[in-house]
């Protein structure tokens, strides 16, 4: 590496000239070479940084910083206290999601893509699985109380995630105690999910077709509960966040993008409408029924990361009129679609080691019909297939728009799926966001974005 | 299950009639993309069922013929002859021929696809998005998809353009060969397709001219191919990453 000369003087301010930038070299171990992890352009940038006699400065946040949402990279050029140029690095938390359920059965799926953006799992299952039952031609066969239940868990969803982007960004601003209320609240809805699915992410619930299983004994019960705290509980964000000055002043006017920056960079959810657009595919493009239910689209005029948080708030508030119209709605009835050449795996109910088939099932294709083993068999392994042909399905996650690809070429494994994460598409205006405000704003910004690193990077 | 002529379930029945047992077969003009031998994917001999000389031409559904129809289904003049009239009328007005731009309109599960060709999209997309009848304002991205079977038409790239305005969604599709995996960038038009652009050329190696920065994305930047083509393994690649090399899954050193 090329490092500039050191003809600074002792006097006058220390730069960066006066710090030793040599990265180490590479040496030999007993278990091998070892590398370090400086190096590459960075030096020659930071030689060019050397050179220039400004306080221009290019800094790397993240993708290890506590206040970057996870492994978001952020590269900051920084001239003072002022971001003259931001970017984005992403893909630290690539896994391969799209390309691994190329080589497992649609019913499978469900398992990688809740897994996706793990704060919204029932938005990621929903949304596939309406591209599924789409390309199967069965969107009009999904039994209602299927539809009711997934509107519920994706109501208590949207709620949960928004109570992370509130808290998290709360607490990047110091605000720890509304960081203790939001955690305090999401534990609440993560019991209900504990409950209804058996675990508290990763649920694989919702399936082609309809659900893996119905509601557990108790869970209306355990629903009813949390809305009557939940709407006694959200007054508290209110009262603590929504007139304090401290948190006005850092949130009022950051983040600013107006509603031709929101159409150009494809940003939607609380973004586009807290620049004072109603659009929520909710309403535009009903889906499970969404149609059927009475709730508002909260806008905001001012473009700024305090519109999006009282956007979330107001959300939350609508997410439980609708948790509550969904629990008047259920109606007794079958979860899964009748066609038993889709409805997999056949018979599911919680045995003793948690979720799996029910031991009369067991017994009736074990013991006295060859051909529902068979059957079972060959639904479990090999799959159904899927005519072949493409579709889009989108769901408003709390995010924006989650749309999902798929291509079928009529086999029993996804030919292709295609997530468009709505933090992926979001991200990107995170540049117009912050460049020329300050450093302490870009927290803030990115924050209002709530971006989740499992969905940019899936 | 296997058996099944006719594994499209509730909606495709009436055509069992078909001479041929195809999977969901709608037309015989739909595009080819691939053959499936046999029953299970096994192609090395592993399939006693009886079924391994099955031979059945994959096909995605074909050319759709006016009228179009709507996005609910609609039989006759729809919202979607709306969409492709003034979509031609605009292609005239610049001087551009409908006939050349598309390719082919498919109508398929009440969805709307233009294929492209290629050199034409940047003026379709920019019509799409300024044209007051059609105002495609929001474009979701793009997805890759790569059909190894399509002869001169192996990779494909796929828009989906929302209009705020009329509440419509439509899909672009665009072909192009593995030889030659060049498209033109959308990035002009649409900013948002930036990243959407630059993760499709990590994936599957499309190159977008005119991209501003066309870099991998998700992948380190030195990375060797394009991980989604139906040719590159699941696994089982060494990764490299500044130098250090850390072997696949299956062949690190075990520690029992």
Known sequence: ?458 | MSEQKNPGGSGENGRDGQEEAVPAQREDTGEVIGTRRGMFGADNGGDTSGYGGLVRTVRLPGESSRPYGGPAGTEGHGEFDEIADELEGALDEQGLVPGNVIEKTVVDRAELTFHIERGALPAVARILRDDPALRFELCTGVSGVHFPGDKGRELHAVYHLRSITHNRLIRLEVGVPDADPHVPSLVDVYPTNDWHERETYDFFGIVFDGHPALTRIMMPDDWQGFPQRKDYPLGGIPVEYKGARIPAPDQRRSYS
């Open chain 1, 1 to 458: 590496m090329t490092t500039a000369p050191h003809s600074h003087s002792s006097d006058g301010p220390r730069t960066a000239s006066d710090f030793d930038t040599e990265p180490s070299p590479a040496r030999e171990t007993t278990e091998g070479t070892v590398y370090n992890v400086s190096g590459g352009d960075w030096d020659e940038i930071a030689a060019a940084a050397v050179k220039s006699d400004d306080e221009r400065i290019i800094v790397n946040m993240g993708p290890q910083h506590p206040s970057t949402h996870g492994v978001l990279r952020l590269i900051l050029e920084i001239d003072g206290e002022t971001v003259t140029e931001a970017r984005c690095g992403i893909g630290y938390l690539h896994t391969g999601i799209e390309k691994n359920l190329e080589f497992r059965t649609w019913t499978q799926g469900t398992t990688f893509v809740t897994r996706m953006d793990y704060l919204t799992p029932f938005f990621n299952e929903t949304a596939y699985c309406l591209a599924v039952e789409k390309l199967l031609g069965i969107t009009a066969d999904i039994p209602d109380r299927a539809s009711v239940i997934r509107v519920m868990l994706m109501e208590l969803n949207r709620m949960s995630s928004h109570l992370v982007a509130i808290a998290t960004g709360g607490m990047e601003l110091g605000a720890t105690t509304i960081m203790i209320y939001g955690f305090r609240d999401r534990e609440l809805i993560l019991d209900i999910y504990e409950l209804i699915t058996g675990l508290r992410m990763n649920h694989a619930y919702i399936r082609p077709g309809g659900l893996a299983q119905d509601l557990p004994p108790g869970a209306v019960d355990q629903v009813r509960e949390f809305v009557k705290k939940m709407r006694k509980n959200i007054g508290e964000y209110d009262k603590l966040a929504t007139g304090n000055p401290v948190f006005k002043g850092r949130m009022e006017g950051i983040g600013y993008l107006d509603l031709a920056g929101c159409m150009a960079t494809g940003a939607t959810g609380p973004i586009v409408r807290s620049a004072g657009l109603p659009h929520d595919l909710r309403k535009t493009q009903p889906y499970c029924g969404y149609e059927d239910y009475d709730f508002e689209v909260p806008t905001a005029d001012t473009c700024d990361s305090y519109g999006r948080f009282l956007i979330r708030l107001e959300e939350m508030r609508q997410s439980l009129r609708i948790v509550e119209q969904c629990l008047d709605r259920l109606a007794p009835g079958p979860v899964m679609v009748a066609d038993k050449k889709i409805a997999w795996p056949a018979q599911l109910a919680l045995g003793p080691d948690g979720l799996g088939n029910s031991l009369d099932h067991i017994k009736k294709i074990m013991g006295t019909s060859m051909e529902a083993l068979i059957h079972h068999f060959k639904l479990v392994t090999e799959g159904f297939r899927v005519p072949p042909g493409q579709t889009y399905a989108a769901v408003e996650s709390p995010k924006g728009e989650l749309g999902v690809h798929a291509v079928s070429d009529g086999g029993t494994r996804p030919y292709r799926v295609h997530f468009r994460d709505p933090s992926f598409t979001n991200l990107q205006a995170m540049a117009a966001m912050c460049e020329g405000g300050q450093v302490a704003d870009v927290i803030v910004a990115v924050a209002s974005i709530d971006p989740v690193m499992g969905g940019v990077d899936r």
